[in-house]
């Protein structure tokens, strides 16, 4: 097992170390972490990625005026009382947006 000391400004660190990581700060529910980013990306996205990136910002968009929309929420809310499948209704109605793209 690996040795750490622990130098200003960590107060504590977790979890694997290795040369390549980018160390980070956090700032969750009021305090600091640290964190890695191990093997950081270096590429830019492919098409494919940024296809499937618009896909899912079309179908979070879609599924969150579909939630403030009464008038189609009222029926995906009966549709997901009938399904066992989804414990969210969120997760339903962004199930049904993103099969229509």
Do not use: V, W
Not at 14 to 30: P, Q, V
Not at 44 to 60: D, I, M, T
Not at 73 to 97: C, D, H, S, V
Request: proline letters at 5%; one cysteine or more.
């Amino acid at each position: 097992m690996s040795q750490i000391k622990l130098e200003a400004p960590f107060t504590s660190f977790r979890g694997k170390i290795c040369k390549h990581s980018d160390i980070i700060f956090k700032e969750m529910y009021g305090e600091t972490f640290t964190s890695q980013i191990c093997n950081p990306r270096t590429k830019p996205f492919s098409e494919a990625e940024l296809a499937r990136q618009e896909k899912f910002r079309q179908a979070s968009a879609a599924t969150k005026t579909a939630l403030t929309d009464p008038s189609t929420r009222t029926p995906y809310e009966a549709e997901f009382k009938e399904q066992k499948k989804y414990k969210t209704l969120y997760g339903y109605i962004f199930a049904k947006e993103i099969a229509k793209l």
